[in-house]
């Protein structure tokens, strides 16, 4: 079964400080992937996405996520965190299967940015 | 106005009852979604629409069923709520099967 998997399941950054959160799936066919972020008491907002346009993808807030079919990951970063990035943060691949596709979603990591 | 809704946003029920929950969009999109959130767990996909005719089980669907009365309205129940049902759903509909899925804000459900 194809699968999204997230490193750590908690994050904290100082404000100012890197964000850098990391996801990886699996498969040899690159997929459409998606970064979605959490806040508190709502639903999901997507952050970016990958369409196999370009490698290094820009997306809202300052977040960019870059594709590296080689490591099979799409991490996404943030050179400086805000106190307002503080929330859970899903990783997505669109997979192909059954003649239907899928999204499937990594098991989140949980952002905290210490002032 | 929000693109998609849910109603409630919170219920509490007991163990046996049948619960039906609501998703309402205004994007215009054929395909609709239920999913499941535990926490650590990610999303789990229940259910999904490609249109009003076509109705898809998840990954998760046993103990729930579904149905879609309009192109912008899919309702997810459970026939007889169990504790394990305990989770945040969410509703969320998208353009194209390529394209990203819109989510509406959840509905928490907590089964006693």
């Known amino acids: 079964a194809q699968s999204v998997t997230q490193l750590g399941s908690h994050v904290s950054v100082s404000e100012g400080a890197l964000v850098l959160l990391r996801c990886n799936y699996s498969?040899?066919?690159?997929?459409?992937l998606f970064w979605y972020v959490q806040y508190p008491n709502q639903g999901l907002q997507l952050l970016l996405k990958?369409?196999?346009?370009?490698?290094l993808v820009k997306g809202i807030n300052g977040f960019e996520a870059e594709f590296k079919k080689s490591e099979t990951s799409f991490h996404l970063t943030k050179p400086s965190a805000h106190m307002s990035d503080a929330a859970e943060y899903f990783c997505?691949?669109?997979?192909?299967?059954?003649?239907?596709?899928?999204?499937?979603f990594g098991k989140g990591t949980k952002l905290s940015v210490i002032p | 106005d929000a693109d998609v809704t849910q109603t409630p946003r919170n219920r509490i029920t007991k163990t046996g009852k049948r619960i039906m929950l609501e998703c309402s969009q205004t994007?215009?999109?054929?395909?609709m979604y239920w999913y499941r959130q535990d926490p650590g767990l990610g999303l789990q996909l229940i259910y999904y629409?490609?249109?009003?005719?076509?109705?898809n089980k998840g990954e998760i669907s046993d103990g729930y069923s579904v149905s879609r009365q309009a192109q912008a309205k899919f309702s997810l129940s459970l026939e007889s709520a169990i504790p394990n049902q305990t989770a945040l759903y969410f509703c969320?509909?998208?353009?194209?099967?390529?394209?990203?899925?819109?989510f509406g804000p959840g509905t928490r459900l907590t089964v006693l």
């Open positions: 997505a691949a669109l997979y192909s299967g059954a003649g239907s596709y899928q999204l499937t």
């Open positions: 629409s490609f249109d009003v005719k076509d109705i």
């Open positions: 498969s040899s066919v690159p997929p459409y």
């Open positions: 990958y369409t196999s346009a370009a490698t």
């Open positions: 969320a509909t998208s353009e194209s099967r390529y394209n990203e899925q819109f």
């Open positions: 994007k215009g999109h054929d395909r």
